[in-house]
T-cell receptor, first 113, second 116 residues
Framework: DAKTTQPTSMDCAEGRAANLPCNHSTISGNEYVYWYRQIHSQGPQYIIHGLKNNETNEMASLIITEDRKSSTLILPHATLRDTAVYYCIVRHYSGGGADGLTFGKGTHLIIQP | DGGITQSPKYLFRKEGQNVTLSCEQNLNHDAMYWYRQDPGQGLRLIYYSQIVNDFQKGDIAEGYSVSREKKESFPLTVTSAQKNPTAFYLC???????????????FGPGTRLTVL
């Protein structure tokens, strides 16, 4: 699976959009970008994933560059409850063979009141 | 109320003792996983199981053992051979994906193991 690089920490004001970058310059054609987040001392929670098109769901938007070497997770209106560690994961889509995920250190997003 | 349960939330053991961490899910998920997390670090995969009575080693399986006798249960034993067992242990499960869909991993609340 391709390696990802994320900033160690970021601050964002409550109510503003939080933009979390992820670099994955060695991504291959069949690898997807996944985002999970982990609130302190809890299990991680899935947010969104994508291959090459931009994706949006009720939690966030995922913008993937045309060359797929980087992506940005956008939380449109951050709240204090969005304070968490955000993990960007790149891996092949395993279909029915559901093997495990590889989590790096992620980005600690702190939402300021 | 469906979900993944892990018990206990906090566990203390003396060095040299084996300890078993419980993980149960009532989501009818096919695959189950165990991860370990150390302070300030990401999660590392210990073992995973895609079907009953079968499991595979993850990245850091040494010093751990698992069983999968029932679909809903995937206990993890931390043996005395594990050199640094103090950590936060997370269990997860997922439904096998069909077609082009992706089924996310659902995580339990975790067990914090401290070996004294």
């Amino acid at each position: 699976d391709a390696k990802t690089t994320q900033p160690t920490s970021m601050d964002c004001a409550e109510g503003r959009a939080a933009n979390l970058p992820c670099n994955h310059s060695t991504i291959s054609g069949n690898e997807y970008v996944y985002w999970y987040r982990q609130i302190h001392s809890q299990g991680p929670q899935y947010i969104i994933h994508g291959l090459k098109n931009n994706e949006t769901n009720e939690m966030a938007s995922l913008i993937i560059t045309e060359d797929r070497k980087s992506s940005t997770l956008i939380l449109p209106h951050a709240t204090l409850r969005d304070t968490a560690v955000y993990y960007c994961i790149v891996r092949h889509y395993s279909g029915g063979g559901a093997d495990g995920l590889t989590f790096g250190k992620g980005t600690h997003l702190i939402i300021q009141p | 109320d469906g979900g993944i349960t892990q018990s206990p939330k906090y566990l203390f053991r003396k060095e040299g003792q084996n300890v078993t961490l419980s993980c149960e899910q009532n989501l009818n998920h096919d695959a189950m996983y165990w991860y370990r997390q150390d302070p300030g670090q990401g999660l590392r995969l210990i073992y995973y199981s895609q079907i009953v009575n079968d499991f595979q080693k993850g990245d850091i399986a040494e010093g751990y053992s698992v069983s999968r006798e029932k679909k809903e249960s995937f206990p993890l034993t931390v043996t005395s051979a594990q050199k640094n067992p103090t950590a936060f242990y997370l269990c997860a499960s997922t439904l096998f994906a069909s077609g082009n869909s992706y089924n996310e991993q659902f995580f339990g609340p975790g067990t914090r193991l401290t070996v004294l």
